[in-house]
């Protein structure tokens, strides 16, 4: 059977729902599919001591901010799947799960959204689904030789898990110094952090307020026809409490990146070996975009070329939460909204609403 909607999300964590706000203010008939059994999106699934870069208040989506925790400045996953869960309840949108978008495709003057729980056809589809399920992993030899335990920054949740083992973490940005910190504080954890270059850390003071504030101006810049400025002028690494206690304490030293795995261990160029136990790739993610394949829309690093959100080679999708090249800041809760409002304004002219 083949369900008939003006729009289908794919996509139930913060970039769908910050969507189905905006569409649910045009007045548009709309669904929202999400593959996951329950609401929060991946941030379900991140390791156990992760916080947010931003107090509560700076972390919000439209129309409703983010409650405050009692004595925690920056809220943990946790709270934010409370969050989530709650916005989705408190605007009542139709979410259905868990339905996993298989593939998009074509179909006369609609789209047709395949699922594992039947069809949808669309007027417009808004993609989603983020990065998060999609981990990259380089190929750095003797990936496949090395005979301990090799998981990517999606499996790690805590600590305690290694206690007793020679981990490597390989990875300088925030995710890799994050886990670096969490294990370094965790006795009895012999830790190597591997990094491509030496960490930069960002000042004490800053945060993802004035992230966001540089990921606009990078925007701004861009569209000015500049190239100054925005966060990568800024570092690499927000010295969020826990790293910035790891740092001071010595106990987070980076040390080169290692030229290939044995079956043992880490070798460096050198020469040089070390055994291990482990290795955690924090070496970031790809779109997951294997539903739009029908599409043949792909471009270059795996990307669908848009203007602002919308597909440059079809007009009826708009790509939501990927990075700055679906929008400002748009992998983040801040900064989703921007962008969301402007994709459902472009689909309700569209639809000549």
């Known amino acids: 059977m083949t369900t008939r909607t003006d729009v289908v999300v794919i996509g139930g964590g913060q970039a769908g729902l910050a969507a189905g706000y905006h569409l649910r203010r045009k007045k548009l008939d709309f669904v929202i599919l ?68 298989r593939q998009v495709r074509r179909d006369g003057d609609r789209l047709r959204v395949e699922t594992d729980k039947g069809v949808w056809s669309a007027r417009a589809v808004v993609s ?43 990875g300088g940005g925030n995710s890799g110094a994050q886990i670096a910190a969490d294990l370094a504080a965790h ?12 960490p930069r850390f960002l000042a004490d003071d800053i945060d ?8 606009t101006a990078r925007r701004r810049a861009l569209d000015e026809g500049r190239t100054d400025g925005g966060v990568a002028s800024l570092g690499d690494i927000v010295a969020v409490r826990p790293v910035r ?13 290692f030229t290939r795995l044995t079956a043992e261990g880490i070798e ?7 055994g291990a136990d482990a290795v955690i790739w924090c070496t970031g993610f790809r779109p997951a975009l294997s539903h739009l394949a029908p599409l043949g829309l792909r471009g270059p690093r795996g990307h669908v070329p848009t203007h602002g959100t919308r597909a440059a080679e079809e007009p009826r999708l708009h790509l939501l939460g990927y990075g700055d090249w679906t929008g400002p800041a748009s992998a983040t809760l801040i900064g989703v909204g921007r962008p969301a ?13």
């Open 245 to 257: 206690e790891a740092r001071d304490a010595g106990l987070l030293r980076a040390s080169p990146m």
């Open 34 to 101: 999400d593959a996951q059994d329950t609401p929060g999106g991946a941030w379900q699934h991140t390791w156990d001591s992760l916080h947010l870069f931003s107090p509560a208040a700076f972390s919000s989506l439209p129309g409703r901010p983010m409650p405050a925790r009692p004595g925690q400045e920056y809220p943990g996953a946790g709270h934010v799947v409370e969050y989530l869960s709650d916005y989705e309840q408190r605007y009542d949108l139709p979410v259905h799960r868990p339905v996993r978008g």
């Open 187 to 198: 006795e009895g954890v012999d830790l190597t952090w591997a990094t491509q270059r030496p």
């Open 208 to 215: 993802g307020r004035a992230l966001f504030d540089a990921a």
């Open 268 to 274: 460096w160029a050198d020469g040089t070996r070390a």
């Open 128 to 170: 989603a689904t983020g990065t998060w399920w999609r981990p990259f992993l380089p190929a750095v030899p003797g990936r496949n030789d090395f005979t301990g335990r090799q998981l990517h920054t999606t499996g790690y949740r805590r600590p305690s898990d290694f206690a007793g083992r020679r981990v490597v973490v390989v």
């Open 341 to 353: 409002r402007e994709a459902a304004g472009e689909i309700a002219e569209l639809l000549g609403r």
